[in-house]
């Protein structure tokens, strides 16, 4: 009857020979496809990183540290200019019409000039022979008045000029304050509250980067415990191997000696080995079991994990409010820098006027030897007339009064000119000192140099912008897919399967015999031959001798633990 | 410089595992199927071996034997990676020269962390 329990027991060890063997290709396949996806994984987190510490955390923080930096810069820039120029502007508009107001004086001389030619040139006539003298003495007052008048045309036509400019400097200066001003109130104040918002972002990004290395531990310790599942083909299969060997030596034994050993004995021991390999195999198939189950719900955590790397990259990319930090930066930048150079624009602008003002003054400064020429000139007129008076006698008289009275006019030609000429003088003043300021004005460099910085920043950020989309842009899919094609991978696993109905099988197969033996056996059996003692001592796993413990001696229940609390205790070092 | 290990293993899906777990962590892996392989591949730059304890031809008890009669291996770290947890086994494998011992299944950092401190 034995003999029928070996054979039974030989086919069930035949067929477990390839239960797990054969299932090699298949874990190694499995194997392959983990170490693709493993990869991708590994890459979608190095772009996550990219992006969220070094594209946008560092580039940003560094955009905002070198943005407050300028900020003082900025602030100086946009300080609303004082009224200086403009009070300079004013002051010779006030020289200006005092300038008119002598010139309306100088008018008065002029035609008492001309009056008094007249008058010389009628007395000469009447003195006839005598008075001929007298008659260059009429072509030089008469050549004074021209000259005098000449001259007022001209000055009125550079005060005219001068008025204009200055009226058109108040404008442009007014302008340009009120551009100041806006840059004061309402563009210093966007980029101070895009800065505040920018470094509020910067800090929540570090929170981000947290969270994303979070994920990245959640990944690793999900790939750890994928790759410690896979190891359970080797390790089952070990397993499965020494269910093998103890049947068919077993077998080989018994029935090498059947006729030396007693039937009962031999059923009895029969009985044992086969309850032991039935646990094996329980054991075995728990084991794989509970291993393809993990490396499912590694898989799928995994799956879930990529799709939180994608949450995170997205929340890195948005900023408080939901719009794009680099966006909003990239905007504030641009109006800046667009306000900086219509601030260089208009100081140009401004500038220039000066400069035309103080090129004006020159001009009509340069009549001012002239000026003053004329006070000498009638001076000089009116003693030549009182010598020629002198010199024609009681005849003369009446030129006399005419001498006289040039005399008198020279005395108030000189006072006129004399404050012609030091208004001229204030006017060229003030034209000096705006031609100073018309430096400032003209020296766009330092505005030119903070446009060309945020120029800089401009080019940074669209590159990061650049970089940060191509990158958003590859996790977006590559998460997605990957995420997919780990979920269709963890659910395509049904390799435990055909494992566990075999082993079930077995198990069933070995439990019948057991069975039928322990009914057939002697209740009490002869203990167990050393031969067979030492065959299922065999054991290569902690697990196998609990099991083994548990039935033979009663020693504990033999229930190991698939991963034991503290991995650690698997390692030691000599 | 990249250091070389080898992982000496029958079981081609746990060598598959060492591999990718080593390879991951920016070692260069050889493999070997049992000693008697392991010891035709021990040539040049071999820093360190992974080996099974049970595996035909030559087992790994007899592979670490063998390496340590090799002059320029004679001091390489040789960690063993096994099911098998007896202590009487451990003895008999540092008797051999094993630097270590790990009992399968290992997880990945677990086996990295292994490798850097005996490679340090």
């Known amino acids: 009857m034995v003999d029928s329990f070996f054979s039974r027991m030989r086919r069930v060890q035949a067929n477990l020979g390839r239960v797990i063997a054969a299932r090699e290709d298949e874990f190694l396949e499995l194997g392959s496809t983990l170490h693709a996806f493993a990869s991708r994984a590994d890459n979608l987190v190095d772009m996550a990183r990219e992006l969220v510490e070094s594209t946008v955390g560092e580039i940003l923080k560094e955009v905002v540290r070198q943005l407050d930096d300028k900020m003082e810069t900025m602030r100086s820039m946009c300080q609303v200019s004082d009224t200086a120029e403009m009070d300079e502007f004013g002051r010779i508009r006030g020289f200006l019409a005092d300038l008119l107001s002598l010139l ?26 005598d008075g001929r003298g007298f008659n260059t003495l009429a072509d030089d007052v008469e050549k004074l ?107 080989d034994y018994l029935q090498a000696h059947t006729d030396e050993l007693d039937a009962g004995d031999m059923a009895h021991w029969l009985g044992q080995v086969n309850t032991m390999q039935v646990a094996q195999l329980e ?219 075999a082993l079930q099988q077995a198990a069933g197969e070995l439990m019948q015999i057991a069975e039928t033996c322990t009914q057939e056996g002697n209740e009490e059996g002869a203990p167990l031959p050393d031969v067979l003692q030492a065959i299922l001592d065999r054991y290569t796993m902690e697990s196998e001798r609990a099991i083994h413990r548990s039935h033979l001696v009663g020693d504990g229940e033999g229930d190991a633990e698939l991963f034991g609390d503290d991995l650690d205790d698997n390692i030691e070092l000599f | 410089m990249t250091k070389t290990i080898m992982t000496v293993d029958d079981s081609a899906s746990v060598r598959q595992m060492v591999s990718f777990t080593l390879k991951k962590a920016g070692f260069s892996v050889i493999e070997a199927t049992d000693g008697k392989d392991a010891m035709s591949k021990l040539s040049g730059p071999v820093h360190m071996v992974i080996t099974d304890l049970n595996m035909p031809n030559m087992d790994g008890i007899a592979l670490i034997k063998s390496i340590r009669a090799v002059p320029a291996y004679k001091f390489i770290p040789i960690v063993m990676l096994t099911t098998e947890s007896q202590a009487s086994r451990k003895q008999e494998g540092k008797a051999a020269g094993a630097t270590g011992w790990i009992v399968k299944p290992f997880k990945p950092e677990q086996l990295v962390d292994v490798v850097k401190k005996v490679l340090r």
Do not use: W
Not at chain 1, 109 to 126: C, D, F, G, K, P
Not at chain 1, 237 to 249: F, M, P, S
Not at chain 1, 397 to 425: C, F, M, N, W, Y
């Open chain 1, 104 to 129: 309306e004086n100088y008018g008065r001389i002029v035609r008492t000039l001309q009056m008094l030619a007249i008058s010389t040139r009628i007395e000469s006539a009447r003195l006839g022979a």
């Open chain 1, 145 to 251: 008045g021209l000259k005098i008048a000449e001259y007022s045309a001209h000055i009125r036509e550079q005060a005219a000029r001068l008025d204009a400019l200055s009226v058109d400097a108040d404008g442009r200066m007014t302008s340009i304050r009120s551009s100041q001003q806006e840059c004061s109130l309402n563009v210093f104040v966007m980029v101070q509250e895009n800065v505040t918002s920018l470094q509020r972002y910067g800090t929540s990004l570090d929170a981000v980067s947290d969270s994303l290395t979070g994920t990245i531990a959640e990944i690793q310790n999900s790939m750890g415990e994928i790759v410690s599942s896979m190891q359970f083909h080797d390790i089952v299969r070990q397993q499965v191997e020494h269910v093998e060997e103890a049947l068919g030596e077993t077998a």
């Open chain 1, 283 to 501: 054991y075995a198939e728990t084991s794989f079991s509970q291993a393809v189950q993990v490396l499912r719900d590694g898989l799928q955590a995994l799956g879930l994990h990529v799709r939180d790397v994608q949450q995170v990259v997205e929340t890195a990319r948005q900023g408080e409010d939901g719009s794009a930090p680099l966006d909003s930066i990239s905007e504030t930048v641009l109006h800046v820098s667009a306000h900086f150079r219509q601030l260089a624009e208009q100081g140009g602008d401004v500038g220039n006027v000066m400069v035309a003002v103080a090129d004006t003054v020159s001009e009509m400064t340069s009549f001012l030897d002239d000026i003053e020429d004329v006070g000498a000139e009638i001076e000089l007129i009116a003693l030549n007339a009182s010598i020629k008076a002198a010199h024609t006698g009681d005849m003369g008289k009446a030129l006399g009064v005419l001498a006289l009275s040039i005399q008198t006019l020279s005395h108030d030609a000189r006072q006129q000119t004399d404050s012609i000429a030091e208004k001229l003088r204030s006017i060229a003043g003030a034209a000096d000192v705006l031609r100073d300021m018309s430096r400032g004005y003209l020296d766009s460099s330092q505005a030119d140099a903070m446009t060309a910085e945020l120029q800089g920043f401009m080019e940074q950020l669209r590159t990061v912008q650049g970089r940060a989309d191509s990158l958003l842009g590859s996790v977006d899919n590559e998460a997605v897919t990957l995420a997919e094609e780990l979920d269709a991978l963890a659910s395509g696993i049904r390799v435990d399967e055909p494992v566990r109905a």
